[in-house]
């Protein structure tokens, strides 16, 4: 089993930052993607921000230029940089990771809270 575990979600202003770190334990060999997708009420969980393959990032249109997403292959674990935080920001924040080996599977962390107001 594969455990992930996040932190870093909070209240902000808007202008504001926050770092998101997530850290993947347990039987990971390899990894296909990690990354992370938000889910504001109301709304279907999207993507954010993941690594795929050896080193490609992809981001979505609302992250680009202002998220960035970073990682400690070492330590299995990837950050979520926010900055320039918006009141559209605030969602829950879930960890994604879809591992290879030992055997292919899809993980979610519990998700952590972002809240972008003044």
């Known amino acids: 089993q594969v455990h992930l575990v996040e932190s870093g979600g909070g209240l902000v202003q808007p202008g504001g930052s926050l770092r998101l770190s997530c850290t993947a334990s347990g039987s990971i060999f390899s990894i296909a993607a990690m990354g992370w997708y938000r889910q504001a009420p109301g709304n279907q969980r999207e993507l954010v921000a993941i690594f795929t393959g050896g080193s490609s990032t992809t981001y979505s249109d609302s992250a680009k230029g202002r998220f960035t997403l970073s990682r400690d292959n070492a330590k299995n674990t990837v950050y979520l940089q926010m900055n320039s935080l918006k009141p559209e920001d605030t969602a829950v924040y879930y960890c994604?990771?879809?591992?290879?080996?030992?055997?292919?599977?899809?993980?979610w962390g519990q998700g952590t809270h972002v809240t972008v107001s003044s």
């Open positions: 994604n990771l879809v591992r290879l080996s030992p055997y292919p599977g899809e993980f």
